[in-house]
C-alpha cells in the first residue's frame, strides 16, 4: 500500500540545464463534503505547458482546467460507509469552493452522483477497487493497472470495497462537442 504521496518537479536553468526545482511528499487536501477523500494535487497548468518551465507552483484554479490547461492528481477514496457529510450544507460548499475553486461550479451531479467536465480524463487505479458508472447504467469494475479515458462523460466512482482506492488522472481542458438534437 502507498502510505506517502510525493512529487519531483523539474525545470531549467537559463542556460538550458536541468534541475529540479521541487521535491518532497504533499499532505493531502480533504474537505467535510466530501468525508475520508484526499486529494494530492501534483501538478497543473491554466494555459500550455512550456518545456523546461517547472517552477515549484502549480495551478489548481479553477479546480478543472480550461481549454489547453491541464491538472495531474491522485485521489484516495474511502470505503463507501453509507454516511454522508455532516453539517450545515452552506458551510461545505463554502469549504469545498475555498479548498477547490471552481469544483462545484463544474459539477452537476444528478440523483446517482453522476457529473461530467469539460476536460479529458485520463487515470489509473494504483490501489483497490472502483466502480465506473455511466448514464446508461452500465457499471465497470476496475481493478490495479484498469485505465479509463473519460471524454466529458458523464459518470460517477464508487468504492464499494473494504479498503481504500488509490487512482491518478489528468485533466485536460477540452471545446465541448456540438451535440446534435435527437
Known sequence: MIDA????????????TSVVEASGP???LTVGALPGVEFYQIWGRNEAALLGDGGSEAAFAPYFPEVGGMRFV????PPETGRGPEGDPGALAAEVEEVF???????TPDEKGHHATSTVDMSVLLEG????QLEDGSETRLTPGSCVVLRGNRHAWSNRSGEPALMASVFVGANELARQAA
Open 101 to 107: 475553486p471552481g469544483l462545484l461550479r463544474c459539477l
Open 26 to 28: 504533499l499532505a493531502p
Open 5 to 16: 504521496i510525493s512529487r519531483l518537479i523539474t525545470g531549467c536553468r537559463p542556460d538550458g
Open 129 to 132: 477497487e472502483l466502480w465506473l
Open 74 to 77: 491522485i485521489l484516495r477514496w
